[in-house]
């Protein structure tokens, strides 16, 4: 887990996933209703929606770069920093909070050294908080990559994560 | 219309009236903050809620419409203690420190807390973190007095079509800014100041140029001349207690003497100036046009005494006074630059002028000249600090204070404005038509530049009665009107029976329409006047607030009826100006015109063009 992990997300001038955006763009039309379509597929090509590819955006769709912003801002969904390589959701729906999602938020954020919406320094890892993924029968759950954990153990965690940076 | 009851009292009122109007229509106010007539209408703040019979939740009266039978409240105890929770969280998050706030006296959050008759601030939670920006040459942005109404959002967006600032983030995090946090001098902010005229509040305001000003004229070295644009006279007296439209040019001339200001000029000289200028450049810029299509021959251009263009004669032309409408132009259509007109704008002409043509005749070092510009506009804050801006190393123009400035610098120096006598401008620079008090309202320069163009062309008055171009006249978006001319002078023979489609637009959705008509190459016109405000200068960013339309009009009406009182209406009968050629500039779009009175414009980027 301590190595350090080559930047999966390239910047936007890989020209590749700028023609894909610009695809997108063009076959959405410059329209502002469409502005939020179009950043779902800008976060799914770039892994985030950087600064540059929110410029990019407020130019070709000619749109305020105020309202751009505005709306990666306002919806935690978009996220403005590169995600890591294993996306972690804990789920803090009704049934897992009670069963002691909390417990596992902060054990996670203890042992990744991160905040919730924030990504560990070598890319590998990002947390995230998810209202309910719809598996309360399996509560407290959290899924790695889509993979859900069932009845998560704090105490397990450690354990899950190396699986992960073996692997690497 | 429908039948409301509004605290136990029937009224009749229009269908389609939101519950704040109908009331207020019937002399009840219900207290409010973000709603600004004209302007906006979203809800924002909440303080204008209302108990609705029927309606388990309380209303936001701005929003609300009346329907028949509706049963309102605006005063029952639970709607007395919404507004004032909602006052006091407002007040938990702002620096209440109104003593050195600019608005201190002149606040809409501060006036509400009167009318509320709040006597504690409960709520001690967190205080939201903002940065200054101060970074723009017009406007500084102080987020942490911005009580996030969002009147700012609406007029940038929606008014002036700009879109510079948006809320930015959510919740408790929420905030007005550019977007990626960026100081507004990295976008395409027109510097039009139309924020600042609705904020509420002293979130946004003008760079401050009194105190530059006090310095100057406290300085036994520098001569210090100061000139006003038109649309100053018809709106400072607001802040004095005048009725919005009362033209105070005299006890104005007065206040700039008692202040100590050594030369007093008037804009409106200058803009008589442009009119010859810009008028000039039309009329070359139609034959050179006519030539290059091969209608008349190059004997024909000769004939007119205009010079020939080397470079394409490109039309429509666009007029060029407002700074706002020019950076708009410059971000958002660079490539529609060469239909701006080559005319600085008129107070950079006059500050060109007085530094060099009037620095010589009074024998003073143009080192040692500060000019003042009184204008109604932050735009031209901006626009003296252009590097174009400049002849023999020197700014044209060396400060610009807007109306609302003026106005506190008479207030510092003790000056009683309401007791003044009157004072006439100083000559020569002073004295003007009453075309060129038309500079300050939307389609005036328009009807300016027509009354001498025309003239040159037929040597005839234009044929309007009283002079008055009336479909130039008013606060449309987009105004048209075709001119057909008839019998030109000999040399003008061959437009004999031209059908001139003439447009003057204000506020940059109306420029934006009819630089889109040009991008298409589906513009009809020959002439556009621009003008970046609404309603044009008089409704400026440097205006005193608020600027509805109800005040545009009656300042509208205060120029108009400066013109008819004139005798002198028309720019080129004006004796100075006549005077200037001879003596000076030699003859229009001249040599010495060429150097001091035009200039270029730059292609920008939208965002990151410093």
């Known amino acids: 887990m301590s190595q350090v992990m080559p930047s999966i997300v390239p910047c936007i001038d890989d020209e590749e996933q700028i023609t894909l955006l610009e695809t997108v763009i063009e076959r959405y039309g410059a329209k502002e209703s469409n502005l939020i379509q179009v950043l779902h597929y800008a976060q799914a090509i770039f892994g985030y929606i950087s600064p540059q590819t929110q410029l990019f955006i407020a130019e070709r769709m000619d749109i305020p770069l105020s309202q751009v912003s505005g709306v990666v801002g306002f919806y935690s969904f978009f996220s403005t920093v590169p995600k890591g390589k294993h996306i972690i959701s804990i789920c803090l729906g009704t049934a897992c909070y009670v069963r002691g999602g909390k417990n596992i938020v902060d054990k996670l954020q203890d042992l990744l050294k991160i905040?919730?919406?924030?990504?560990?320094?070598?890319?590998?890892?990002?947390?995230?908080?998810?209202?309910?993924?719809?598996?309360?029968?399996?509560?407290?759950?959290?899924?790695i990559d889509g993979t859900v954990y069932k009845r998560v153990n704090p105490n397990r965690l450690e354990k899950i994560l190396a699986g992960y940076a073996r692997k690497e | 219309m429908v039948r409301i009851t509004v605290n136990n009292r029937n009224m009749d009122v229009e269908e389609?009236?939101?519950?704040?109007?109908?009331?207020?229509?019937?002399?009840?106010?219900?207290?409010?903050?973000c709603y600004l007539k004209d302007v906006h209408q979203m809800g924002a703040c909440r303080v204008c809620v209302v108990e609705v019979e029927g309606m388990k939740n309380l209303q936001a009266s701005c929003i609300t419409l009346v329907s028949d039978g509706m049963v309102i409240h605006t005063n029952t105890a639970r709607v007395r203690q919404a507004r004032k929770i909602l006052y006091e969280l407002m007040l938990s998050d702002h620096p209440k420190d109104c003593l050195i706030c600019s608005r201190n006296r002149h606040c809409e959050l501060q006036e509400l807390g009167e009318v509320?008759?709040?006597?504690?601030?409960?709520?001690?939670?967190?205080?939201?973190?903002?940065?200054?920006?101060?970074t723009?040459?017009?406007i500084v942005r102080d987020n942490d007095k911005c009580i996030l109404c969002r009147r700012c959002v609406t007029m940038c967006h929606e008014i002036q079509g700009v879109g510079i600032l948006s809320v930015q983030d959510r919740g408790f995090m929420s905030h007005i800014g550019a977007g990626l946090e960026l100081p507004i001098h990295l976008t395409s902010c027109t510097n039009c100041g139309q924020c600042i005229s609705v904020c509420p509040v002293g979130a946004l305001k003008e760079q401050d140029a009194t105190q530059q000003v006090w310095q100057a004229l406290l300085d036994p070295k520098k001569t210090v001349v100061v000139q006003v644009a038109p649309a100053v006279r018809v709106a400072l007296?607001?802040?004095?207690?005048y009725e919005p439209g009362s033209n105070v040019t005299g006890k104005m001339a007065r206040s700039l003497d008692e202040l100590g200001f050594d030369y007093i000029f008037d804009t409106n000289f200058a803009a008589d100036l442009t009119i010859l200028e810009e008028g000039t450049e039309l009329l070359t810029r139609l034959v050179n046009h006519l030539h290059k299509q091969g209608t008349i021959s190059q004997e024909d251009v000769s004939r007119t005494g205009l010079s020939s263009m080397k470079a394409p004669a490109v039309l429509p032309m666009i007029t060029s006074c407002s700074p706002g409408w020019i950076k708009f132009a410059e971000h958002t259509y660079p490539e529609q630059l060469p239909h701006l007109s080559t005319c600085k704008s008129p107070h950079?002409?006059?500050g060109a002028l007085v530094k060099d043509y009037y620095a010589k005749k009074i024998g003073v070092n143009p080192e040692d000249m500060v000019v003042v510009s009184i204008m109604p506009c932050t735009a031209k804050k901006y626009e003296i600090a252009r590097p174009e801006m400049q002849n023999a190393g020197l700014s044209n123009v060396d400060a610009v204070l807007t109306t609302r400035e003026l106005a506190s610098m008479i207030r510092e120096g003790g000056i009683e404005f309401t007791s003044l006598d009157e004072r006439e401008f100083d000559s020569p620079l002073g004295l003007s038509s009453g075309a060129a008090d038309l500079f300050g309202v939307t389609g005036g320069v328009m009807e300016a530049a027509l009354r001498t163009v025309y003239e040159l062309v037929t040597g005839r008055e234009i044929p309007f009665d009283g002079l008055r171009i009336v479909p130039m006249k008013g606060l449309e978006r987009i105004k048209s009107a075709t001119l057909v001319i008839d019998q030109p002078k000999e040399e003008f023979s061959f437009l004999q029976g031209v059908e001139v489609k003439i447009a003057s637009t204000s506020g940059l959705v109306g420029a934006a329409t009819v630089l889109d008509e040009i991008k298409e190459g589906k513009s009809p016109y020959l002439f556009i006047e621009v003008m970046g405000c609404p309603g044009g200068c008089i409704g400026g960013g440097g205006q005193p607030r608020m600027t509805t339309d109800e005040v545009r009009i009656k300042r509208m009406q205060g120029l108009y009826d400066e013109d008819e009182r004139k005798v002198m209406r028309k720019s080129h009968e004006n004796p100075a100006i006549v005077r200037l050629y001879e003596d000076f500039l030699d003859q229009p779009l001249g040599h010495v015109s060429h150097?001091?009175?035009?200039?270029?414009?730059?292609?920008?980027?939208?965002?990151?063009?410093?």
């Not at chain 1, 919730?116 to 899924?143: H, M, N, Y």
């Not at chain 2, 002399?27 to 409010?32: E, L, S, V």
């Not at chain 2, 509320?116 to 101060?134: H, K, M, N, P, W």
């Not at chain 2, 730059?602 to 965002?607: D, F, G, L, P």
Request: hydrophobic share 35%.
């Open chain 1, 115 to 143: 905040s919730v919406g924030e990504t560990t320094q070598d890319r590998l890892f990002s947390l995230e908080v998810k209202r309910c993924i719809g598996a309360c029968g399996l509560a407290p759950a959290i899924s």
């Open chain 2, 16 to 33: 389609g009236m939101t519950i704040l109007e109908a009331a207020r229509e019937n002399n009840i106010d219900i207290p409010h903050l």
């Open chain 2, 116 to 134: 509320l008759q709040i006597g504690e601030t409960r709520f001690a939670g967190d205080r939201s973190v903002s940065q200054l920006d101060d």
């Open chain 2, 136 to 138: 723009s040459f017009s």
């Open chain 2, 237 to 241: 007296g607001e802040e004095f207690g």
């Open chain 2, 348 to 350: 950079v002409m006059m």
């Open chain 2, 595 to 610: 150097e001091l009175l035009h200039t270029s414009y730059t292609a920008r980027k939208r965002y990151l063009d410093d």
